[in-house]
């Protein structure tokens, strides 16, 4: 009945499934990129080794800027390589890039139109123990709203790879927002990657529910739709890896063929890919919605799966949301 | 870059006289945007775009041209006027800044305006651009490339961290084709730079941060041209050029007045500082004859 359309990873619902950081793929897909084309520059302010670029630092010391903690001059810096040709990765921790240096990203590369992919690693609340103060909750918000730039989340390593690749030949500025914790791998090398383009990863004949979760959350998403077929509702489960274009003819699909959806993100619930779902659906296909994300708090210190639970991400969480909206629509 | 001579510093001081007119034009035209830097900065540009600077106006993206990322956007008039003066366009566009539709934008904008090299208008950003393109110049061509990246900013600019950033990063790097040029006209919106958040000692600040710095008076083109022909010179640092100039300059009722750094002349303020202008050219021509 359904059909592994997306030639997901066979172990996916095994206890013992495969975990790799997201961040680890980056750090794998630069190296890629920088293998490919000698224009791919990287820029790091002081957290080479926990954003993974030290892969690309190790391979092309020559291509690597060192920038100490300065978030502000390396979105700048960045501006003026790509200026002179330059394909710059820059990376640090999301609440610095592109949380402290968000103006910068602004003017001097989405206004300038310059390309440059800004990578955010240690998203979410599954930061842990470090706490709230760097734990972003907001940057999905406050990248997609600046015009020119795009915005993708991949959910796993692997797809961390291929967005980290894509990025690369594709036209503009990108936000890469990344997570810290290992995180179940989803995607196989097989599963189809398009920028802009996101995946079904779950498509039963007749959804009366449709998850549409981005990043680590993904994983839990498809939990919860086990576990909701068990309870006789059948969901669609959408992997939105690029929140900016957003991807308005699946959107609506799914919006049109379920006809109630829950949004699932480690972000605020405001501004974010819920936001951005619904802000177009309710001008073009309104149905119940359910936005899942962290209810205008910030993060605090804890185990990663703890916190989780604890701002109301969890799969058991999913699926009470899940049943709420798929009764709204009856 | 050659030595001036004195029919070239005639020749230069009658553009930065007609760039001085236009930036009045301009401003009393558009009734709204910055009189003093622009007018201070009229022969640091002259100078750039019309002697020192390896361009084309004919190829706006001719790969060797030296690069000029204005950081301190608002003082763009002077820039817009002086790029008409050498070239790049009509100097009658002059009179579209800041209205609608228009390629000269309140701040400088480069998707409007393609020959620019960059968009600025919010502080402190400038300096890391440049820096950027000198360090992807390194990667390209070495040490030995001929591209100079000049970078143009404010003296209240300086207030802004990143700047402090981007001069670590340049002394750290070494970077020899990066020359600064510091607008030190002493004033910014809310008074004098000395009042607001003082800079001094800004020699030794600069110095201390890895810079070969110099200081000049920004409105003498032989002083400013031995300063950045010393800039190209020098292999081992970073320069720059701290160029004291009068906010205003030429403009008697203007010069020095923290109040004329952000706002245009009215009608009858710009007829008396087009005269003021006119009878200080017909002695510039005085002397030289």
């Known amino acids: ?330 | 870059m050659p030595h001036l001579h004195d029919k070239k510093v005639k020749e230069l001081e009658v553009i930065a006289h007609k760039v001085r007119m236009s930036i009045i034009d301009m401003l009393v035209e558009a009734q709204s945007g910055h009189s003093a830097g622009p007018l201070g900065m009229a022969e640091v540009c002259t100078l750039l775009f019309c002697h020192v600077m390896k361009h084309d106006p004919k190829r706006p993206d001719w790969e060797e041209r030296d690069r000029l990322i204005l950081s301190n956007g608002h003082i763009c008039p002077v820039l817009y006027a002086t790029m008409a003066h050498a070239g790049y366009f009509n100097v009658e566009e002059l009179l579209t800044l800041r209205k609608f539709g228009s390629r000269l934008q309140g701040h400088p904008h480069r998707e409007y305006l393609p020959m620019l090299e960059t968009s600025s208008g919010p502080l402190g950003a400038g300096l890391s651009q440049a820096l950027g393109m000198a360090l992807a110049d390194r990667i390209d061509r070495g040490r030995h490339s001929e591209r100079f990246f000049y970078c143009l900013l404010g003296d209240g600019e300086l207030d802004e961290g990143q700047n402090w950033e981007a001069m670590m990063l340049a002394g750290r790097e070494k970077l020899h084709n990066l020359i600064a040029i510091v607008d030190r006209n002493n004033i910014q919106i809310d008074g004098y730079t000395e009042d607001v958040m003082p800079l001094e000692p800004l020699y030794d600040k600069w110095h201390a941060f890895g810079w070969h710095v110099l200081e000049v008076d920004g409105h003498n083109f032989e002083a400013l041209n031995d300063a950045l022909g010393e800039a190209q010179a020098i292999f081992e640092r970073p320069t720059v050029i701290i160029a004291h100039t009068v906010p205003g300059r030429n403009v008697p009722y203007m010069e020095r007045l923290p109040e004329w750094h952000g706002k245009p002349p009215k009608r009858d303020e710009a007829k008396e500082a087009l005269n003021a202008l006119r009878t200080l050219a017909g002695k510039i021509r005085g002397e030289h004859e």
């Open chain 1, 1 to 330: 009945m359904i059909v592994n359309i997306q030639q997901l990873n066979k172990n996916l619902f095994e206890k013992d499934v495969e975990q790799i950081p997201i961040r680890q793929g980056f750090g794998e897909g630069l190296l890629l990129a920088a293998k490919g084309d000698e224009r791919v520059v990287g820029l790091c302010a002081d957290l080479t080794d926990s954003t993974k670029m030290n892969l690309f630092r190790d391979a092309y010391p020559h291509r690597f800027i060192q920038m100490g903690v300065a978030e502000q001059n390396m979105a700048a810096v960045a501006s003026g390589m790509a200026a002179m040709g330059k394909i710059p990765y820059l990376s640090s921790y999301a609440m610095f890039s592109p949380g402290r240096n968000w103006e910068q990203i602004r003017t001097t590369i989405c206004y300038n139109d310059r390309k440059v992919i800004i990578v955010g690693s240690h998203a979410g609340v599954s930061v842990g123990p470090d706490g709230g103060t760097h734990q972003a909750l907001e940057d999905i918000a406050i990248t997609r709203v600046i015009p020119n730039i795009d915005v993708v989340v991949p959910c796993d390593a692997i797809e961390a790879r291929k967005a980290t690749l894509a990025l690369a030949i594709s036209k503009g500025p990108a936000y890469l927002r990344l997570s810290r914790e290992k995180t179940p791998v989803i995607t196989t090398e097989a599963s189809p990657f398009a920028l802009g383009k996101v995946s079904i990863l779950r498509k039963p004949e007749h959804p009366t529910l449709a998850i549409i979760a981005c990043g680590p959350m993904v994983y839990n998403a498809l939990m919860a739709a086990a576990k909701l077929s068990n309870k006789g509702v059948e969901a669609l489960v959408i992997n939105m890896h690029t929140i900016k274009p957003l991807d308005q003819e699946t959107i609506l699909w799914a919006a049109k063929t379920s006809g109630a959806i829950v949004t699932v993100e480690e972000h605020q619930r405001h501004g974010g890919m819920g936001s951005a779902i619904s802000e177009f659906l309710v001008e073009h296909c309104p149905v119940p919605m359910e936005i899942m994300g962290v209810d205008d708090r910030f993060g605090q210190s804890g185990a990663p799966e703890e916190l989780i639970k604890y701002y109301g991400l969890g799969v058991d969480k999913i699926v009470e949301r899940g049943e709420k909206a798929a009764a709204r629509l009856r």
